[in-house]
């Protein structure tokens, strides 16, 4: 098992001490391994659903749109949005 050494502000550390005081986690070294899992499952849907979008894309076909028409578009849709 590797072992690690990370700096936090202090509320952070705080928030970090709350938490298994309140029972929830054994140690800080478990509050960490399941923050980083979760990080890790997070990532994994977000790989899965880029995958199902290029899925998508590709057996949609080739798109008869010229690329100055999908921007101009792209843009009205976030300012509609207000981005």
């Known amino acids: 098992m590797a072992k690690m050494t ?3 502000p202090d509320n952070l550390a705080d928030y ?3 938490r298994i005081a309140s029972g ?3 140690s ?3 509050f ?3 923050l980083i899992m979760k990080d ?3 990532r994994k849907l977000d790989d899965d ?3 199902e979008i290029l899925r998508q894309a590709e057996e949609s076909g080739i798109s008869d749109r010229r690329i100055p028409d999908i921007l101009l578009e792209t843009k009205v849709k976030l300012r509609d949005i207000n981005l």
């Open 49 to 51: 659903e880029l995958r």
């Open 6 to 8: 990370i700096s936090l």
């Open 40 to 42: 890790q499952d997070h």
């Open 24 to 26: 929830r986690y054994d």
């Open 32 to 34: 960490m391994a399941e």
């Open 28 to 30: 800080v070294d478990v």
């Open 16 to 18: 970090i001490a709350r």
